[in-house]
């Protein structure tokens, strides 16, 4: 089998499991993406370790797990604080890394590895670059954010975009890209696939508000072009990390596309984004 028909069922199976999950409950798509965090660290340190470099692997995992049990308490179970409502308790899942940022400065102290200081920031950089991102979407599943359908609007909007601007981008640019985008770091990026990428992803915008007339036009255009900005740059960062390293992909888990990191790169930069675009622009 060929690596786009690869490429393609895996991706059709993952958009059926992530909008079932989605559609059917809050929890099971919490714990689906538990997974994917926890699966994304364990890439990511995996990747990362060295001679040189030596990060707090399951210290790291396991502050990643709390700072996504974090988010999923604030959003998903606020009763169990009794805090709902307050204006700094969305905030936690922000204040939560901050003790543990200074944690890893103490366990480092007891492992006498080389170069301490390498150690603790890369331990930190995978729970702040996989963990926060991917547990900020829990934020947009909550029950009391708009609906269609009995979906997530914003949360499946999201989704959708980011789909959609990704396989456009790779059909179109692998049959008629010509000028490379970014070749210093993802040599088969072109601008051709970029700009169909994301004239189509616009286009789709408008659609979404001619269903979906409850959520402004301006936010879907705000949304689709935090997709488009930070989902560009989200996957030539873990692009950079990956050619820094001298490796093609970041693992071998979903076949046609690598990694838990090579599919959601673009997720990593652009979901905080978003967060912080619907929470002070449009509260929900």
């Excluded at 490379?180 to 040599?187: A, D, M, N, V, Y």
């Excluded at 488009?228 to 740059?233: E, L, N, S």
């Amino acid at each position: 089998m060929s690596n786009f028909w690869k490429r393609t069922i895996t991706g059709l199976s993952m958009v059926f499991i992530l909008l079932a999950a989605i559609y059917f409950s809050g929890w099971v798509f919490a714990v689906i993406f538990l997974l994917i965090t926890i699966l994304g660290l364990w890439e990511f340190y995996g990747l990362i370790s060295s001679e040189t470099c030596h990060p707090q692997k399951y210290y790291g995992i396991f502050a990643g797990i709390l700072l996504y049990l974090a988010t999923v308490v604030v959003h998903l179970a606020p009763w169990w604080l009794n805090l709902a409502g307050q204006p700094w308790f969305v905030f936690i899942p922000f204040i939560v890394p901050i003790p543990l940022f200074f944690i890893s400065f103490i366990i480092e102290i007891y492992r006498d590895r080389p170069n301490p200081l390498a150690n603790v920031a890369t331990t930190t950089l995978g729970f702040l670059y996989i963990a926060l991102p991917l547990s900020l979407l829990i934020y947009f599943n909550r029950p009391d954010v708009l609906h269609f359908l009995g979906m997530p609007v914003i949360l499946v909007g999201y989704f959708a975009f980011t789909w959609i601007y990704d396989t456009a981008a790779y059909l179109y640019g692998r049959q008629f890209g010509k000028h490379k985008f970014f070749e210093r770091i993802s040599p088969k990026k072109t601008w051709e696939g970029t700009i169909a990428g994301a004239v189509v992803t616009l286009a789709v915008a408008f659609g979404l508000h001619l269903l979906v007339r409850d959520l402004p036009l301006t936010d879907w255009l705000a949304l689709a072009c935090i997709v488009i900005f930070f989902g560009t740059h989200g996957d030539l960062a873990e692009s950079l990390l990956k050619r820094s390293l001298n490796i093609k992909d970041s693992g071998t888990i979903l076949p046609g596309h690598g990694g838990i990191l090579d599919r959601f790169d673009t997720m990593l930069i652009s979901a905080p984004f978003v967060f912080l675009y619907f929470f002070f622009q449009h509260p929900i």
